[in-house]
T-cell receptor
Framework: GQQVMQIPQYQHVQEGEDFTTYCNSS?????IQWYKQRPGGHPVFLIQ?????EVKKQKRLTFQFGEAKKNSSLHITATQTTDVGTYFC??????????????FGKGTKLSVIP | GAVVSQHPSWVICKSGTSVKIECRSL??????MFWYRQFPKQSLMLMAT?????????EQGVEKDKFLINHASLTLSTLTVTSAHPEDSSFYIC?????????????FGPGTRLTVT
């Protein structure tokens, strides 16, 4: 079945440093979504990427979808303490018989040291 | 806009009893609702997808007779954990979408912490 690997599992950065998390799927995806979960909170949708090679930006966050639509990355420039949380990717892929499957990565937990 | 509520936010029950968790979309009609389970320090795991007025679609490995899902209206879905065991203790999160597929945003509820003693 479809598998989504996300690395790294944990990342500690000094405030102001950049941060990147990577997501790789075992199968070609129709789209990929990114979520952020603050400590003690619930996941919040950040963005969805659909097109091959797509790049989208939200302020200091840059999201990329690979040309083969099997990998994606989230890059945060100049991290701030408000960026703390766990970032999940979720890949949607065709699972046969006309149905799609959404698989979450295990998440990358970001800690920002002030 | 796009607020999803869950009730209760936490519940403690004894082994063998059943627990019902409600998921409501407060300001939009949710064609589809999703139920997830999250173990400590782990990723969300999709349990089932429910569409209003039809039977839920369960992910492989999820017991449909144990986790009963009812999506009775466009604003309410319920998950009932029947004959709960301590291994059912977990964080259960629902999400709602105004679309019938994953291709649209999902709005997540705040989650329900279930502890089975």
């Amino acid at each position: 079945g479809q598998q989504v690997m996300q690395i790294p599992q944990y990342q500690h950065v000094q405030e102001g440093e950049d941060f990147t998390t990577y997501c790789n799927s075992s199968t070609t995806l129709s789209n990929i979504q990114w979520y952020k979960q603050r400590p003690g909170g619930h996941p919040v949708f950040l963005i969805q990427l659909v097109k091959s090679g797509e790049v989208k930006k939200q302020k200091r966050l840059t999201f990329q979808f690979g040309e083969a639509k099997k990998n994606s990355s989230l890059h945060i420039t100049a991290t701030q303490t408000t960026d703390v949380g766990t970032y999940f990717c979720a890949g949607q892929g065709y699972s046969g018989a006309g149905s799609y499957q959404l698989t979450f990565g295990k998440g990358t937990k970001l800690s920002v040291i002030p | 806009g796009a607020v999803v509520s869950q009730h209760p936010s936490w519940v403690i029950c004894k082994s063998g009893t059943s627990v019902k968790i409600e998921c409501r979309s407060l300001d939009f009609q949710a064609t589809t609702m999703f139920w997830y389970r999250q173990f400590p320090k782990q990723s969300l795991m999709l349990m089932a997808t429910s569409n209003e007025g039809s039977k839920a679609t369960y992910e492989q490995g999820v017991e449909k007779d144990k986790f009963l899902i009812n999506h009775a209206s466009l604003t309410l879905s319920t998950l009932t954990v029947t004959s709960a065991h301590p291994e059912d203790s977990s964080f259960y999160i629902c999400s709602a979408s105004s679309s019938g597929s994953f291709s649209y945003e999902q709005y997540f509820g705040p989650g329900t912490r279930l502890t089975v003693t």
